[in-house]
């Protein structure tokens, strides 16, 4: 599968402006369980920096711009968010980095668990290791 899965989440536009709407196991593919936004981060400021091993995301940047460095340890890609009607699906397993975030970015992401530090690997090697003994 491709590391990259953009979503197009529909747009419910009229003449008053545009309405998005997010559901679990519609548009958005898992129950959605915890929602986080990411919003003032100064320019050169760069986040993420680990894996999941369980959790699934959607990101959106629903305002602004930011850019994704995805890994899955073999491959790495990048992928530019800014439009309020596309998701990132992020999988399990996947190391992300984040940059170049706009002054406007608010990157809203929909998460299939609520927050457990013990589901991060916030270290590079040690998730290759684990990356290395899943083939
Ligand atoms: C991800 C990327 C896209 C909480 O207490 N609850 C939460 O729901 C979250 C997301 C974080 N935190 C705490 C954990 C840290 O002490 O907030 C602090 C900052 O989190 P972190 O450094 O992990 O933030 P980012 O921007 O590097 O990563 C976040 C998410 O944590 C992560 O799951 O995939 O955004």
């Known amino acids: 599968m491709s590391l990259i899965q953009l979503l197009d989440l529909g747009v419910i536009g009229d003449e008053r402006g545009a309405l998005v709407s997010l559901e679990s196991n519609k548009n958005i593919p898992f129950d959605i369980k915890r929602v986080y936004y990411i919003y003032g981060n100064k320019g050169d400021v760069a986040r993420g920096f680990h894996a999941h091993k369980a959790l699934k995301q959607v990101a959106v940047c629903v305002s602004g711009s930011c850019r994704f460095v995805l890994d899955d340890g073999e491959e790495k890609v990048e992928v530019i968010l800014d439009k309020p009607d596309k998701g990132l699906k ?4 996947i ?15 929909l998460a299939s668990d609520f927050y457990s530090e013990s589901d ?16």
Request: with cysteine.
């Open 120 to 135: 991060y690997i916030r270290n590079y090697s040690e998730f290759l290791r684990t990356k290395s003994s899943q083939q």
């Open 95 to 109: 190391w992300r980095e984040m940059y170049d975030f706009s002054d406007d970015c608010v990157l809203m992401v």
């Open 90 to 93: 992020i999988e399990e397993g």
